[in-house]
């Protein structure tokens, strides 16, 4: 720690929101530092991630992005930052007490929205699934119904477990056009779909009937990113228990065991994969 940083000493146990922001446009003076044009994550403009130490760059430090972790929380920190990523969407697609909230998807992003849904108050939370593997993990989300998507017909599903609406939020964190479609025919009139998985870049666009957003009044948001207020949330969130990192931590390895974690994650055993110095 250079003698010019004075919040932070020596031994302090700390993470951030990875994506440091320019602190001087539009967006970085109204706190939505995520929105800023010129972001330089760590990882792609500043080396980190997979090693033993990370140099934070002064603008990280200095612009507000690293964060102290609570007394008490232990290695399960490094979940805030994936968390920290769902409050910011949550937010944006107003999650709120009473809801029925879907989640296409049960990666690890499936596995944290529908902990956070409920942390928000929602009532019923539905996830839907195709893989085997990951239909076998969402056991231990805490949803109340999980589709298999092989061999039950979604929308009919859903439709059917809130007696005909659809589902006041529909989130979809599976990275698939046919997801993102299908989530407008799920979500009740004067709902919410919240994209929250991005798209690969040149298979990004979509097939939809607009007379189904516009005589339903569907509301639609998208999520990118997050910010240090949106990390300590989730850090909040942990050190209360209204997140369980067991569901979502399903391996703890060695950096040294790096590609066994990798392959893990690429055969769908695995949610996320913490791994220890």
Sequence with gaps: ????????????????????????????????????????????????????????????????????????????????????CAVNAQTLAGVKSGDTVVVIGAGPMGAIHTQLARANGAEKIIVTQRSKARLTLAKNFGA?????????????????????????VVIVTAPEASAQEQAFYMVKKGGMVNLFASLPKGSSTLQMDSRLIHYNEIFLSGASDSTAKHMEIALALLSKRLINPGAIITHRLLLTDFHRGIQLLKERKALKVLLKP
């Design 1 to 84: 720690v250079t003698p010019e940083v004075k919040s932070f000493q020596v031994g302090n146990r700390v993470t951030m929101a990875t994506s440091i922001s320019c602190g001087k446009c539009n967006f970085c003076q109204l706190g939505q530092t995520n929105r800023c044009s010129q972001l330089t994550p760590i990882s792609y403009d500043y080396p980190g991630a997979f090693a033993e130490f990370l140099a934070i760059p002064a603008r990280g430090i200095s612009g507000g992005f690293v964060v102290k972790v609570p007394n008490g929380l232990g290695e399960e920190a490094c979940l805030a930052e994936p968390i920290s």
């Design 144 to 168: 109340d119904a999980v589709i298999d998507v092989t061999t039950t017909e979604p929308v009919e599903t859903v439709k059917r477990l809130t007696n005909g609406l659809g589902a006041d």
